[in-house]
């Protein structure tokens, strides 16, 4: 995720009436490029919906979670402990979002740059021993995913305390981390439906069985073989 840094000038004043000028950094974050161009995806996921879907969403949770991090970084300074507990239900949302869908647009590829191909080395062992196999890993994530009522998220994550893979799904934008803090996020699909509804209308099951084949593991491959030596 991409950072920049905001300066914020607070004026203090110590007991002998002096003026001193302190400088804090508060980190905001940006919208990240995508890796490959919005058409190329096609036919799983239209260049439509993926521009809208980076352009217009994503960049929406990134401009409310800057928003309300300056936001918090004043109430804190003001010491207006209501108003900081008043912001943490955006910054969860929109912060989950921005989150979320940094890691969705690693778990995609064009299918001329590895979309589809099936993991290998470890994470792929990893799978044929919790799952049984990748095909029943794709099935229970899509069942699970279809079946998720409202908005959010289907999850392939690794839980790194107990070194095993698990399937979650989460509400709106909530982040893996939500549902354990050992749980690592591996491979994340977006069932809101500003992800498919443009071309898939409303048969999600659709959408969840056609994105296997823009799902790129190399991303999740790195991860799982970072938690799991």
């Known amino acids: 995720m991409a950072l920049r840094t905001l300066a914020t000038r607070r004026a203090l004043r110590s007991g002998l009436g002096l003026g001193f000028q302190s400088t804090r950094g508060l980190q905001t974050f940006s919208l990240p490029d995508l890796p490959y161009d919005y058409g190329a995806l096609e036919?799983?996921?239209?260049?439509?919906?993926?521009?809208?879907?980076?352009?217009?969403?994503?960049?929406?949770?990134?401009?409310?979670?800057?928003?309300?991090?300056?936001?918090?970084?004043?109430?804190?300074?003001?010491?207006?402990?209501?108003?900081?507990?008043?912001?943490?239900?955006?910054?969860?949302?929109?912060?989950?979002?921005?989150?979320?869908?940094?890691?969705f647009w690693k778990n995609l590829a064009p299918v001329h740059e590895g979309g589809g191909?099936?993991?290998?080395?470890?994470?792929?062992?990893?799978?044929?021993?919790?799952?049984?196999?990748?095909?029943?890993?794709i099935?229970?994530?899509?069942?699970?995913?279809?079946?998720?009522?409202?908005?959010?998220?289907?999850?392939?994550?690794?839980?790194?305390?107990?070194?095993?893979?698990v399937i979650e799904t989460t509400a709106n934008q909530d982040p893996l981390v939500t549902k354990g803090p050992s749980l690592v996020p591996l491979i994340g699909i977006d069932v809101w439906e500003h992800a498919y509804y443009l071309q898939y209308k409303n048969v999600r099951p659709d959408y969840l069985k056609n994105i296997w084949k823009v799902i790129d593991w190399k991303y999740a491959s790195e991860v799982y073989a970072k938690e799991c030596p």
Not at 62 to 84: I, P, R
Request: aromatic share 8%.
């Open 43 to 103: 036919p799983a996921i239209s260049g439509e919906i993926m521009q809208i879907h980076h352009q217009k969403h994503h960049q929406t949770y990134v401009t409310n979670y800057n928003k309300s991090l300056e936001q918090l970084d004043a109430a804190m300074a003001k010491g207006c402990s209501s108003t900081v507990v008043k912001l943490q239900a955006a910054i969860k949302f929109n912060g989950g979002g921005h989150i979320n869908h940094s890691i």
């Open 139 to 165: 099935q229970k994530m899509s069942t699970e995913g279809a079946a998720l009522q409202g908005s959010g998220w289907v999850w392939l994550g690794v839980d790194k305390e107990f070194k095993k893979l």
């Open 117 to 137: 191909e099936p993991p290998k080395g470890s994470l792929g062992w990893a799978i044929d021993t919790n799952f049984g196999s990748l095909e029943s890993l």
